[in-house]
């Protein structure tokens, strides 16, 4: 792992969409879908859910929201290391998914996906998430989408030195074991093969940020740049190859 290039990126994020919090409000550059984005938050809060941001509006191009309490970003990792912590985060993740089909949606499975929900787009307060933000990539689609997503890096689906130095863990987790703590208090799901739609999700990522670099968008530009496609490939292939440790 090019852990160089990895930071390079992680500065080319923060510079693309650089993000100020004064007074309790937080105000970033507002993305192409930001009034839908506040619209759904919008709707989620008006149904008792307080662990989406409000939204407060627009201003010279950028967008507001009410900030959440609690540790994210780098912060989060810590968090979500104990069962108590794993689980919490499915739980929430299915309560937003439940409610969110109410929203423009008709009577059918699919959801609105946050499309990106790594746990450093959770809120955590003890060890236990209160929040998720960075709706950035929202879309309607089934919840395995953002289940597999989440897998992936919660449990994480990946080397034993990521787990270890990217993740924070003290030790190699034991993935079997996070993989059933987080499907079981998501709750209510039919059997699938965890290989083989965390893989498939991943590939869907990484297509899209191929396709958002040929756009010349940032920060995906940097990361391509900086090798994050290859890298990417030899993720997916590293599960695939190590299925044992996952089913």
């Keep these: 792992m090019d852990f160089e290039a990895v930071a390079r990126a ?3 994020n923060a510079q693309a969409r650089p993000v100020r919090i004064v007074d309790g409000v937080v105000t ?3 993305g192409s879908n930001a009034e839908t984005v506040q619209g ?13 941001p409000e939204p407060l509006g627009f201003g010279d191009g950028v967008e507001m929201l009410r900030f959440i309490p609690g540790d994210s970003g780098g912060d989060a990792w810590r968090h979500q290391h104990t069962d108590e912590g794993l689980a919490s985060a499915a739980r929430l993740l299915r309560r937003i998914h439940d409610e969110s089909q109410a929203w423009n949606s ?15 787009n959770f809120v955590w307060k003890d060890n236990s998430a209160v929040g998720l933000i960075d709706w950035d990539y929202l ?7 953002d289940i597999a997503y989440a897998l992936h890096w919660f449990v994480p689906l990946r080397s034993d030195e990521l787990a270890l130095r990217w993740h924070h863990f003290p030790e190699v987790p034991d993935r079997r074991h ?14 699938f093969d965890v290989v083989g739609v965390v893989t498939g999700r991943m590939e869907a990522t990484r297509d899209l940020v191929r396709r958002l670099a040929h756009e010349g968008q940032e ?12 890298r990417e490939d030899e993720e997916i292939a590293w599960v695939r190859q190590n299925r044992t440790l996952f089913t």
Excluded at 106 to 120: E, K, N
Excluded at 139 to 145: C, E, H, K, T
Aim: hydrophobic share 35%; glycine share 10%.
């Design 10 to 12: 992680e500065v080319a």
């Design 40 to 52: 759904f938050l919008r709707f989620l809060r008006g149904r008792g859910l307080e662990c989406v």
């Design 28 to 30: 970033r550059p507002a």
């Design 178 to 191: 996070r993989i059933k703590v987080f499907l079981d208090a998501y709750g209510d799901l039919p059997k």
């Design 139 to 145: 879309y309607r689609g089934p919840r395995l989408d």
């Design 219 to 230: 920060p995906q530009r940097t990361w391509v740049h900086d090798g994050a496609l290859e």
């Design 106 to 120: 008709p009577a059918d499975d699919l959801v609105y996906c946050h499309g990106d929900p790594g746990p450093w």
